[in-house]
C-alpha cells in the first residue's frame, strides 16, 4: 500500500529537504522552501517498461544503427528555422521561456498557423486563456486554418486523450506551469509537477514523433521557473527577450541538440503580430551619432551570425570614495578588469571616475571579441576625443595588454564591409588566409597601445 510521506522542495532550484529551512542551501534563496506531498509505493503497473521509440528497451551495437538525417519543418520565419537549427525536428520538445508580455504566446499561435497551411495538424494547448480568448488573438493577428485546434486545458491526461483523437504532428503548451499531473498531489506549478508533465510530454514527443512546444515562465531574475532538470529534458531551449517599450524582441537558443547553440534572431513586435529583421545590424547602429566621444562599433559574432553593435562609454569624475563601475548588456566585471589593464598597460588614471558602459539596442554581449571596442570606447570617453564614425573594432583583450585573435574573422569583416565602414582594426594574428572585401582597410594591431594609437592617434 502506498504511504504519504512530506517533504520540503525548493521552488527555485528543486532542491529537496526532510524539514523547512529558511534558506536554501542550493541556491542561497530564502522562503522558497515550499511542503508538498509524496506518495511512496509499488510504481504504476507498466511504467519504466518502454523505450522513448515504444517497445521493450534493448542494448544495440553501435555498428548496426543506421544513422538518417532528421527530417525537418519548415516555417514561414526564416529567422526561427537558423535558431531551430534549420527547422522544426518532428519528435523534438522545445522550451521557450520570456518575461510576462514580451510575446509568446504571439510568436507560437503566429508559429501554429503558418504549420498548419500545409497540411499540418497543429493543436493549440492554452492553460491561462479560454477557447474565445485565443480566438480573438487568432482574429487580431488574422489566423484562421481548419487544421489549427485549439483546447483549453489543464489536465495532462485529458490532453493526453485529446492528443490521441486528433493526431497532431505539433503541440503547444501554453504553459507548463499551469499543467498539472492527477497522480501528483503538489499544486500546479510547483516543482513535482513540472518534473512529472514535462517527462510525459516528452514520452508523447518522442513515441508518436510529434514536435511539442512548451512555454515557461520565468523568475525574477530571469531564468525559467521550475527545476532545473526541466531544461536538460528537453531539446532545445529558447529565451524570448526584450523591452516592453521597444517594439523589438530577440530570440535565443541557449541549448539545441539539433543546432548550434547561441544563435539569436531578431523580431519586431507590430500591430498585426511578429515580424523578422533580416539585418539586425542596421536596427542597432540607424541611430547612431557620429563625432560623440565613446562610441565604437564591435563586430560580434551571435551563433552564427556576425552583428555589429555599438558600445557606448561615459567616463566621469566620481564623487564618492567608491567609484561605480556599471554596465548594460555586457558584464561590469569584464568592465573593471579592462579598466585595470588601461591602468596598468597604458597609464590612464581611472581610479577616481566613474565607469557606464551600455550596448545599444537592448542586446547583450558577452563573446571575448568584444574586449577592445570597450578599451577604445572608454579611453575614448575619458580624454574626450571622439572614435573615427568608420572604424569598426575586433579583438580580445589579455591582462598583459596583448591583443588576441578571434574566431571567424573573415565574416566579421564582411558584415563591417557590408555596412560601409571604411576601416577595420583587429588583431594582427587574424591577418592572412583570407580575402580581405573591397572598400575596407584592415589594420592589425598586436597591443592596446596600437590600437589605441589607431582609433584615438595616440
Not at 492528443?163 to 506551469?177: A, K, L
Not at 559574432?301 to 557606448?312: A, K, N, S, Y
Not at 577604445?376 to 574626450?384: G, H, K, Y
Request: glycine share 10%; charged share 20%.
Amino acid at each position: 500500500m502506498a504511504k504519504k510521506t512530506t517533504k520540503f522542495i525548493c521552488q527555485s532550484c528543486g532542491y529537496e529537504s526532510a524539514k523547512w529551512m529558511g534558506r536554501c542551501p542550493g541556491c542561497n534563496e530564502w522562503n522558497k522552501m515550499v511542503e508538498e506531498v509524496e506518495i511512496t509505493g509499488k510504481p504504476r503497473k507498466g511504467a519504466f517498461l518502454h523505450s522513448p521509440g515504444g517497445g521493450l528497451s534493448k542494448a544495440t551495437p553501435i555498428t548496426t544503427i543506421v544513422s538518417e538525417q532528421e527530417e525537418r519543418v519548415l516555417t514561414e520565419l526564416k529567422e526561427l528555422n537558423r535558431v531551430l537549427g534549420g527547422g522544426v525536428v518532428p519528435g523534438s520538445l522545445v522550451l521557450i521561456g520570456g518575461d510576462p508580455g514580451i510575446g509568446k504566446s504571439t510568436l507560437l499561435l503566429q508559429v501554429s498557423s503558418q504549420l498548419s497551411k500545409y497540411n499540418h495538424k497543429v493543436l493549440y494547448i492554452s492553460g491561462e486563456e479560454s477557447v474565445k480568448q485565443t480566438k480573438l488573438r487568432a482574429d487580431r493577428l488574422h489566423i484562421s486554418s481548419e487544421t489549427l485546434y485549439v483546447f483549453s486545458e489543464t489536465n495532462l491526461e485529458a490532453i493526453h486523450q485529446t492528443i490521441q483523437e486528433i493526431t497532431p504532428q505539433f503541440v503547444v503548451i501554453d504553459s507548463i506551469q499551469t499543467v498539472y499531473h492527477p497522480e501528483v498531489t503538489s499544486a500546479p506549478g510547483s516543482v513535482s509537477q513540472v518534473r512529472e508533465c514535462t517527462a510525459e510530454l516528452m514520452r508523447i514527443a518522442k513515441t508518436k514523433g510529434i514536435a511539442i512546444f512548451i512555454v515557461g515562465h520565468v523568475t525574477k531574475e530571469g531564468s525559467i521557473a521550475g527545476p532545473r532538470l526541466l531544461e536538460h529534458m528537453v531539446d532545445s531551449v529558447l529565451y524570448f527577450e526584450g523591452e516592453r517599450h521597444h517594439s523589438y524582441r530577440i530570440l535565443r537558443a541557449v541549448k539545441n541538440r539539433f543546432g548550434s547553440t547561441n544563435e539569436m534572431a531578431i523580431f519586431e513586435m507590430k500591430e498585426f503580430g511578429l515580424t523578422e529583421v533580416n539585418n539586425p545590424s542596421e536596427i542597432f547602429l540607424e541611430e547612431r551619432s557620429k563625432g560623440a566621444s565613446g562610441s565604437t562599433v564591435v563586430a560580434s559574432m551571435e551563433g552564427t551570425r556576425p552583428v555589429l553593435v555599438e558600445i557606448q562609454a561615459l567616463i566621469s569624475p566620481s564623487i564618492y570614495g567608491m567609484p561605480r563601475r556599471m554596465g548594460t548588456g555586457v558584464d561590469h566585471n569584464r568592465v573593471t578588469l579592462l579598466m585595470a589593464v588601461l591602468e596598468k598597460r597604458v597609464g590612464l588614471l581611472l581610479q577616481n571616475h566613474d565607469a557606464y558602459l551600455k550596448v545599444a539596442g537592448g542586446i547583450k554581449l558577452d563573446e571575448p571579441a568584444i574586449d577592445l571596442g570597450i578599451i577604445i570606447s572608454i579611453a575614448s570617453s575619458f580624454r574626450d576625443q571622439p572614435t573615427n564614425a568608420d572604424d569598426c573594432i575586433v579583438g580580445e583583450v589579455g591582462l598583459t595588454g596583448e591583443v588576441r585573435r578571434v574566431s571567424r574573422i573573415e565574416q566579421r569583416v564582411q558584415e563591417a564591409a557590408k555596412l560601409g565602414f571604411s576601416r577595420i582594426i583587429l588583431p594582427k594574428n587574424n591577418l592572412g588566409g583570407w580575402k580581405v572585401p573591397q572598400g575596407i582597410k584592415v589594420i592589425g594591431v598586436s597591443t592596446v597601445q596600437e590600437a589605441l594609437q589607431h582609433a584615438l592617434g595616440g
